[in-house]
């Protein structure tokens, strides 16, 4: 994928934002687009295993976000925190790995629980909830979600599913990415009781900001530039020695590296004094009605896809001891951060009129305001940065796109299109510019 008006001929990626940047034989979707755990035959659900499901397999990868305290106690406050709501339900764990949900929904009184688990962490989470004193209340079930029908749980096809709660940790990088969500609606639509069932998380928004992350920006563009002067040796060593021009391979080695190193997002655990701009919600998702639609990402000219920031440029108002001034706080904008914030809370849909009221609820941010998380933010840095000039305001204006990857449903590339300007910073809006930058556009993966 490259960036078109950068000095290099875009690539087929950079037209395409759903391509994946390896092409041929490897896929990981379904025949119809689809992630392989709906509707993918064996060869597309062996792929998916090896390039998804399998990490979740290893307890390693469950501690990590285990440990991630920010998450535990989202969650926790959440169910323990509405015992109420859970008292005498039925419960549904969406891809419950090690069982610790299950194992609060039991704690907080639930009548029933099934826990679904596609990999072989099942047989940890039946040995957790055995040894945790809940295994007459939690049934752990190893499969899909996708596979299991209304019937097994109680419920009858056709009519309002069994299920009371379902709760979830699904979100990916960026909230999309794994594209789990998918696998959610359609237990939900499968298994909750229409009018009275509840989702845990309730709701999801996605946040979008421009930031200041040179250091790394730097680094990356420093590792790209050293890899191409690697690349250029290996080149002249090779037809040197062995009578052999590597030359023409030049082109597609440094369009692999620019993906690499600079057209992918990179995760950071932002600082807050780093996000220049007032965030912008992009997305926002209620869980009891989103669409699996709406679950494909954010398309152009869907509502919130759309920005306008702001970056003021601070004043000279102090000065060193040496007398000089001291510059703003905001040098540059090094690029643009993504991430999510999760709430359990009460329904806010028509059909949820008669839900049961979630008295206190609990929110997850993974924003920099909130501390480490596993989710930490995914930066996507500009190829070279933007000025911000003391007493000048910076504004960055344009429109984010969030594409699922065809060749790897649960893969996510983002486009973006924007402008810069600037104008003094007693000047309104939309006055008198000092200076007005070209489009810029370019694609990103979240890798």
Not at 117 to 139: C, F, I, Q, S, W
Not at 280 to 293: G, I, N, R
Not at 376 to 393: D, E, M, W
Request: proline share 4%.
């Amino acid at each position: 994928m490259e960036v078109e008006g950068e000095g290099v001929a875009p690539s087929a990626a950079a037209a395409d934002p759903t391509s994946a940047s390896s092409k041929g034989a490897y896929r990981n979707a379904s025949a119809s687009g689809e992630i392989p755990s709906y509707d993918g035959d064996d060869r597309a659900r062996a792929t998916d295993f090896a390039n998804y499901f399998c990490s979740y397999a290893q307890l390693y990868h469950q501690k990590q976000m285990l440990t991630d305290h920010k998450r535990m106690e989202a969650y926790y406050a959440a169910i323990m925190g509405n015992s109420d709501v859970f008292r005498d339900k039925v419960v549904m764990d969406v891809g419950t790995g090690s069982g610790i949900l299950a194992v609060w929904a039991a704690h907080a009184g639930a009548r029933r629980v099934y826990a679904v688990e596609y990999t072989d962490m099942a047989n940890h989470a039946r040995k957790l909830v055995e040894e945790n004193g809940v295994g007459h209340v939690v049934t752990v079930i190893q499969g899909a979600v996708e596979d299991i029908s209304p019937e097994a749980l109680g419920g009858v096809e056709g009519e309002d599913g069994p299920v009371d709660i379902i709760i979830s940790e699904w979100m990916g990088y960026f909230l999309l990415r794994e594209s789990m969500l998918d696998s959610l609606i359609r237990a939900r639509d499968k298994f909750l009781k229409k009018h009275t069932g509840l989702m845990f998380p309730s709701h999801t928004t996605m946040f979008f900001a421009p930031v200041e992350d040179e250091n790394e920006r730097k680094t990356s563009v420093s590792e790209y530039t050293n890899s191409m002067t690697d690349w250029n040796d290996f080149v002249e060593s090779t037809k040197t020695m062995y009578g052999v021009d590597m030359g023409p391979l030049h082109n597609a080695f440094q369009r692999e590296q620019k993906e690499y190193y600079l057209l992918s997002s990179r995760w950071s655990e932002l600082r807050p004094e780093q996000v220049l701009a007032q965030p912008v919600a992009v997305k926002y998702l209620d869980m009891c009605t989103c669409t699996l639609e709406e679950a494909r990402g954010l398309l152009k000219g869907n509502p919130g896809g759309a920005f306008d920031f702001d970056v003021v440029g601070e004043e000279e108002t102090a000065a060193t001891e040496g007398g000089g001034p001291v510059g703003g706080r905001h040098a540059v904008v090094s690029g643009f951060a993504g991430w999510f914030t999760a709430d359990f809370k009460s329904r806010t849909d028509a059909d949820g009129a008669g839900a049961p009221t979630v008295a206190h609820p609990s929110v997850l941010s993974t924003g920099p305001e909130n501390g480490y998380t596993h989710w930490g933010q995914q930066v996507f840095h500009l190829l070279s940065n933007v000025p911000v000039i003391r007493g000048q305001t910076t504004r960055i204006h344009g429109e984010l796109e969030v594409i699922r990857n065809k060749d790897n449903a649960r893969l996510y590339n983002c486009r973006m299109r924007f402008r810069t300007s600037r104008r003094r910073n007693e000047e309104k809006k939309n006055g008198a510019v000092l200076m007005q930058g070209p489009e810029v556009e370019a694609v990103y993966q979240i890798p």
